[in-house]
């Protein structure tokens, strides 16, 4: 079994930055892809940003140029640097990652924007 656990939310002002961590822990002998999803009061959860094993990355159109995705496979971890955040980003942001062949989440941290 792994786990993961997100770390680094907080409340900011509008304009402010934030970096999240999610480190994997357990038995892990292979990693995939790892990203970052969202969700907001009342709505869905959406797609934020991945990086694959090889390091390409994918964002939303509504983080593009804010927000940066980037792994460390050595420690099991990945980040999401979040600047210039606005009220709207304001959510619980969850991450992912596929680790011995299945798809794990994180519990999520919390993320407010405050105008």
């Known amino acids: 079994q792994v786990q993961l656990v997100e770390s680094g939310g907080g409340l900011v002002q509008a304009g402010g930055s934030l970096r999240l961590s999610c480190t994997a822990s357990?038995?892990?002998?292979?990693?995939?892809?790892m990203g970052w999803y969202r969700q907001a009061p009342g709505k869905q959860r959406e797609f934020v940003a991945t990086?694959?094993?090889?390091?390409?990355?994918n964002y939303a159109d509504s983080v593009k140029g804010r927000f940066t995705i980037s792994r460390d496979d050595a420690k099991y971890t990945v980040y999401l640097q979040m600047n210039s955040l606005k009220p709207e980003d304001t959510a619980v942001y969850y991450c992912?990652?596929?680790?011995?062949?299945?798809?794990?989440w994180g519990q999520g941290t919390q993320v407010t924007a405050s105008s």
């Open positions: 992912m990652g596929y680790y011995n062949g299945r798809i794990y």
């Open positions: 990086i694959t094993s090889g390091g390409s990355t």
């Open positions: 357990g038995s892990i002998f292979s990693i995939g892809a």
